[in-house]
T-cell receptor
């Protein structure tokens, strides 16, 4: 069965510092991978997605993520964060070609410190 | 708490029929979100409510879709008439103001 693990429930980072939000998944088949962001009191927005091709995926707002099949990871990175990046970030996976169902991680709260 | 509860888990219907999806948010949560998910497009926000009032329905694809929240513990998403391209998994989520969203298990809709 699929599962998604976001290892950190909260990540505090100083403004302009780099950040990495970790995500690992388990699945017996090939997958699609997603990162979503939820700003306070808003719905989820898609940051980026990996469907196929290059393992380095660039998304909106300067975020990128790298798909590592051997480590079953899809960590999210940004080289320099801003106060406006304060939000909840969700990693998600769906089975390629089998199922439209998406499984979400529990989320990581990114706190930007001034 | 049992979490966000969606029903039915699976729905198969014929084109042209009305479909109603149901959601019970977590007690005490004042935000409720409806999403549609397909393999290629990922998750799309359809509409969300705050204190039972629709705040943003710009994601609703067309007039065939409507959503209501008659009270704090219940919401419906209705498609009338349904079309095959509406086939997807529909998620409901709820949150407390400023907090993270908790998702239901989803309803898989197949329109044939």
């Amino acid at each position: 069965a699929q599962s998604v693990t976001q290892l950190d429930s909260q990540v505090p980072v100083f403004e302009e510092a780099p950040v990495e939000l970790r995500c690992n998944y388990s699945s017996s088949v090939s997958v699609y991978l997603f990162w979503y962001v939820q700003y306070p009191n808003q719905g989820l927005q898609l940051l980026l997605k990996y469907l196929s091709g290059s393992t380095l995926v660039k998304g909106i707002n300067g975020f990128e993520a790298e798909f590592n099949k051997s480590q079953t990871s899809f960590h999210l990175r940004k080289p320099s964060v801003h106060i406006s990046d304060t939000a909840e970030y969700f990693c998600a996976v769906s089975d390629r070609g089998r199922d439209d169902k998406i499984i979400f991680g529990k989320g990581t709260r990114l706190h930007i410190l001034p | 708490d049992a979490g966000v509860i969606q029903s039915p888990r699976h729905e198969v219907t014929e084109m042209g029929q009305e479909v109603t999806l149901r959601c019970k948010p977590i007690s005490g949560h004042d935000y409720l979100f409806w999403y549609r998910q397909t393999m290629m497009r990922g998750l799309e926000l359809l509409i969300y409510f705050n204190n039972n009032v629709p705040i943003d329905d710009s994601g609703m694809p067309e007039d065939r879709f409507s959503a209501k929240m008659p009270n704090a513990s219940f919401s419906t998403l209705k498609i009338q008439p349904s079309e095959p391209r509406d086939s997807a998994v529909y998620f409901c989520a709820s949150s407390i103001s400023g907090g993270k969203a908790f998702f239901g298990q989803g309803t898989r809709l197949t329109v044939v």
